[in-house]
């Protein structure tokens, strides 16, 4: 394309410069001569005195047409390539996005969602991002990022992104109403699914719960726990930062009893040696919604429990294939 409008613009220089020379003219009147040419307009009123000018202007004319279809063939074919790639591009990732199950969907990657889709990265979930901003969906491109150009309020959306299968969804956009349809119609569209869903104002986290999200982040609310903990207890704000971007090598896990575990009908204190596996188990929720925080070792863990345990990755993934089963 560069090429082309290069040698437009060559062509308007020569045929300029030339009508100037040969035919005594001012450059505004060559110029006006020149673009005529080119365009086929040929008002008329710029007259041409010489055989010379004549000659000029018939070798001008036959070279300037080749430079405008070089220019208008050149356009068609990047806007044709641009297209097929698009849709190409769109095929394949909706080809990709059928094929997907047991994945996350996050909805909007703004500020809230950006951080998420980060986050979700580094812990290699599968996951497909919808956002309706074009300079966001081609960064999230660059980064490698699974993402759909859709208004994520859209029930087709949603099923173009498979929320039929999958394992939890995460509406991340700015605006409140915007989240509400969001959780409405993936609740509607799947109703297993986990829904997680960003509040922007506290009087929205009711309504959204009852449209159909599990659980309501309120990031004002949590910014400001945050800032009373940093301010009033600086050593206890220090180590959950040092948790949440992980310089600690510490992670937070939630392990699910499985039938046939090896942890299933044992005491707590004969199951995690510390030796072996060096975690602490924070907290086990029952079955059926009990919670015992900082359980002791006589504590029984059964099948369909959920251990809430801090450790290293490699501790917490032994911690995993035993809870499994594997």
């Known amino acids: 394309m560069a090429s082309a409008v290069g040698a437009l613009a060559a062509a308007i220089l ?17 110029l006006y001569l020149t673009v005529q040419t080119i365009t086929t307009v040929g008002f008329g009123d710029v007259e041409l005195k010489t055989a010379g000018g004549r000659l000029f202007a018939i070798a001008f004319m036959l070279g300037s047409v080749s430079a405008v279809a070089y220019l208008l063939s050149t356009a068609v074919q990047s806007i044709i390539e641009s297209e097929l790639i698009a849709t190409f591009g769109q095929r394949r990732r909706s080809r990709r996005m059928s094929k997907l199950h047991n994945h ?45 150009q859709r208004d994520a309020t859209i029930e087709e959306t949603l099923h173009d992104a498979g929320v039929e299968h999958a394992r939890g969804l995460a509406a991340c956009l700015p605006d409140d109403s915007d989240n509400l349809y969001v959780v409405l119609t993936a609740r509607g569209l799947n109703p297993n699914l986990h ?42 704000g220090d180590f959950i930062d040092s948790i949440t971007v992980n310089t600690l090598g510490l992670e937070f896990e939630q392990v699910a009893v499985e039938i046939g575990s090896p942890l299933a009908g044992r005491k707590l204190r004969d199951t995690i040696n510390r030796n072996v596996l060096d975690v602490v188990i924070v907290s086990v929720q029952r079955k059926g919604g009990e919670a015992l925080f900082n359980p002791q070792g006589d504590t029984q863990i059964e099948a369909g429990d959920v251990l809430i345990a801090i450790g290293g990755v490699e501790s917490l993934e032994k911690l995993n294939s035993m809870a499994s089963g594997s």
């Open 14 to 30: 020569l045929g300029t410069v030339g009508f100037s020379l040969i035919e005594k003219l001012p450059l505004v009147d060559s």
């Open 104 to 148: 996350y969907i996050v909805c909007g990657a703004g500020r809230v969602g950006s951080h998420l889709v980060r986050q979700m990265q580094r812990a290699g979930e599968t996951f497909v991002v919808i956002e309706n901003d074009a300079d966001k969906v081609q960064e999230l491109s660059e980064r490698k990022v699974l993402v759909l």
């Open 195 to 236: 829904i997680v869903a960003r509040a922007a104002e506290e009087t929205a986290e009711r309504k959204l719960k009852r449209a159909g999200a599990n659980i309501v982040v309120a990031p004002t609310i949590i910014g400001g726990h945050r800032l009373a903990v940093a301010l009033r207890k600086p050593a206890v």
